[in-house]
């Protein structure tokens, strides 16, 4: 049973930061590319970034500049930096992974999400 853990989320000030993690569990082939989505109250969910299985990135130009995608293979974890965060960074956000199971068939998993909050 493949599963994406994530950690990191809370509340912080705005211009302040955080790092999210997301490692994947479980028993599979390969993971081909992670990323992370975040879902604000009202509002449908957006990509904020993705990395591919060769580490390229790419990141909603709201948030470039500011959050940092990176991916340890050798953990199948990626940490997401959030710094100079602002009140509309408000929101849900969840680990998303293309995993290709032991049967070669690939599957999109998520996690259950982690609230960021940026309030004073």
């Known amino acids: 049973q493949v599963q994406l853990v994530e950690s990191g989320g809370g509340l912080v000030q705005p211009g302040g930061f955080l790092r999210l993690s997301c490692t994947v569990s479980g028993n599979f082939f390969r993971i081909y590319s992670m990323g992370w989505y975040r879902q604000a109250p009202g509002k449908q969910r957006e990509l904020v970034a993705t990395?591919?299985?060769?580490?390229?990135?790419n990141y909603v130009d709201s948030v470039k500049g500011r959050f940092t995608l990176s991916r340890d293979n050798a953990k199948n974890t990626v940490y997401l930096q959030l710094n100079s965060l602002k009140p509309e960074d408000t929101a849900v956000y969840y680990c998303?992974?293309?995993?290709?199971?032991?049967?070669?068939?690939?599957?999109?998993?998520w996690g259950q999400g982690t609230q960021v909050t940026v309030s004073s």
């Open positions: 998303n992974a293309e995993i290709v199971s032991l049967a070669r068939v690939t599957f999109a998993y």
């Open positions: 990395i591919t299985s060769s580490n390229s990135t």
